[in-house]
């Protein structure tokens, strides 16, 4: 799967991350939050930040214990809810770490990774979908998407005690 855009949820709101398959053109939408997705964002325009943001210290770190990242996978939904893991690779083999779609999507990104979706999940969101989404990253619209991210400062990510 590649990811093919970022949407805006008309009803909720919400943005709407769009992944899709290059070789069936399957179009598999995941609702994540504005965090999430200013996070994607950034990955895909290939934002350079003075100080590493979360998914730049994942990384970090797993570079520094000698693993990598070789691809993240979307592997169930329970009760409407995606469930992803990490596929690392280190001396020991293979290992597999439970982690949020958007998270996984925006490591993979960064570490420029294939993104997998089970047979099963594919399946069961073809059954789910409804509706039409407005692509707003790339295209004509994606100042939209532009809009609603400048609403969001990276000062209002640091921790206030």
């Known amino acids: 799967m590649i990811v093919f855009g970022l949407a805006l949820d008309e009803d909720s709101q919400m943005p709407i991350l769009i ?14 939050g504005a965090m999430e997705a200013m996070s994607i964002s950034m990955a895909l325009n290939k934002v350079a930040v003075p100080r590493p943001m979360t998914h730049d210290l994942i990384l970090g770190i797993l570079e520094k214990m000698e693993t990598r990242l070789v691809a993240v996978e979307i592997i169930s939904i329970h009760e409407g809810t995606y469930y992803a893991e990490l596929v ?32 099963e999940v594919i399946a069961l969101n073809k059954t789910l979908q409804k509706g039409a989404f407005q692509e707003v990253v790339t295209g004509e619209d994606s100042d939209k998407w532009t809009d609603i991210l ?7 990510l640091k921790y206030k005690m």
């Open 88 to 119: 690392l690779q280190g001396e020991t083999g293979e290992r597999r770490v439970d982690c949020r779609p958007s998270d996984s999507i925006a490591l993979a990104l960064r570490a420029q990774v294939p993104i997998r979706v089970s047979e």
């Open 19 to 32: 992944l899709k398959d290059t070789s069936e053109d399957i179009i598999f939408p995941i609702w994540i």
């Open 150 to 156: 400048s609403k969001y400062s990276l000062d209002d």
